[in-house]
């Protein structure tokens, strides 16, 4: 059975920064899109960020580009995302997950089948 568990969260001040985690098991990395969702409390689930193909190809919500960065450990199973000069509005449950589609232009729930529990963050102003 697929897990896929993420850690990592925590409260910030704005302008901090977060790593987040995400451990899978009895799945390849290289071999699915990984992606990191959020949801705000009252608001839909949004896609944050998502790579593919090894490591080489991603996607970054316009509103994290450039602060946000994900990554991959092939060799560790493990998915990141490292988050620089965090926003108020950033404060969410972000969620990693695993799925055989990539879009290159957004991020689309019903394309991931795989789900983690999810993990807190908060930034305060």
């Known amino acids: 059975q697929v897990q896929l568990v993420e850690s990592g969260g925590g409260s910030v001040q704005a302008g901090g920064s977060l790593r987040l985690s995400c451990a899978a098991s009895?799945?390849?990395?290289?071999?699915?899109?990984m992606g990191w969702f959020r949801q705000a409390p009252g608001k839909e689930r949004e896609g944050v960020a998502a790579?593919?193909?090894?490591?080489?190809?991603?996607y970054y919500r316009p509103s994290v580009a450039g602060r946000f960065t994900i990554s991959q450990d092939n060799a560790k199973n493990t998915l990141y995302l490292q988050m620089n000069g965090l926003k108020p509005e950033d404060t969410a449950m972000y969620y990693c997950?695993?799925?055989?589609?990539?879009?290159?232009?957004?991020?689309?729930?019903?394309?991931?089948?795989?789900w983690g529990q999810g993990t807190q963050v908060t930034v305060s102003s």
């Open positions: 009895k799945i390849t990395y290289s071999r699915y899109c």
């Open positions: 790579i593919y193909s090894g490591g080489r190809i991603g």
């Open positions: 997950a695993a799925g055989p589609v990539f879009r290159p232009t957004n991020m689309r729930s019903y394309d991931f089948g795989y």
